[in-house]
T-cell receptor
Framework: AQSVTQPDIHITVSEGASLELRCNYS??????LFWYVQSPGQGLQLLLK??????LVQGIKGFEAEFKRSQSSFNLRKPSVHWSDAAEYFC????????????FGTGTRLQVTL | DVKVTQSSRYLVKRTGEKVFLECVQD?????MFWYRQDPGLGLRLIYF???????EKGDIPEGYSVSREKKERFSLILESASTNQTSMYLC??????????FGSGTQLSVL
């Protein structure tokens, strides 16, 4: 069965600082990987996804993520965080062929200090 | 833009009541999903549907059922609500192998 681990429950960064959110997955074959963001009181919005090809994927709002098969990781990065990035971030994995049936991690809450 | 609409933002029910959570999407998506979100547990899949009148159990289906009579509508049913079903419920839809579009959620409190 597929699974996702987000080891950081809560992260605080200063505005303008760089950000990296960690995600490790477990899946037997090449997974489909996703990062979603949830702002307070809102549903989830897709930031970026990896299906195949280039292991560095670009998303919306200046985010990027890198798929590392050897480390079973798909970490999310942003070079300079804005106060509006404060939210909860979820990593998710889907099986190839049924990519819409996703398994989510427990989330990382990002706090941004001014 | 795709819109996934959940009928209620907040809902308060009593133990033992039958509860219906409604979800409608406006983009002709084949796939629809119900997740529940709990602090520290992330999102967990309850049920999903790949087509009208078709349903499959997710990871935590116990205590829930679903109905999909029309392509655009996916209902989650709590046959006899219990306090441990107090949670945020999120509906989502997608095209085949596409990204999920989420509704804003229904915060259900069972007293």
């Amino acid at each position: 069965a597929q699974s996702v681990t987000q080891p950081d429950i809560h992260i605080t960064v200063s505005e303008g600082a760089s950000l990296e959110l960690r995600c490790n997955y477990s899946y037997g074959a090449t997974p489909y990987l996703f990062w979603y963001v949830q702002s307070p009181g809102q549903g989830l919005q897709l930031l970026l996804k990896y299906f195949s090809g280039d292991t560095l994927v670009q998303g919306i709002k200046g985010f990027e993520a890198e798929f590392k098969r050897s480390q079973s990781s798909f970490n999310l990065r942003k070079p300079s965080v804005h106060w509006s990035d404060a939210a909860e971030y979820f990593c998710a994995v889907g099986a190839s062929g049924t990519a819409s049936k996703l398994t989510f991690g427990t989330g990382t809450r990002l706090q941004v200090t001014l | 833009d795709v819109k996934v609409t959940q009928s209620s933002r907040y809902l308060v029910k009593r133990t033992g009541e039958k509860v219906f959570l409604e979800c409608v999407q406006d983009m002709d998506h084949e796939n629809m999903f119900w997740y529940r979100q709990d602090p520290g547990l992330g999102l967990r899949l309850i049920y999903f549907s790949y087509d009208v009148k078709m349903k499959e159990k997710g990871d935590i289906p116990e205590g829930y059922s679903v109905s999909r009579e029309k392509k655009e509508r996916f209902s989650l049913i709590l046959e006899s609500a219990s306090t441990n079903q107090t949670s945020m419920y999120l509906c989502a839809s997608s095209l085949r192998a596409g990204k999920l579009f989420f509704g804003s959620g229904t915060q259900l409190s069972v007293l």
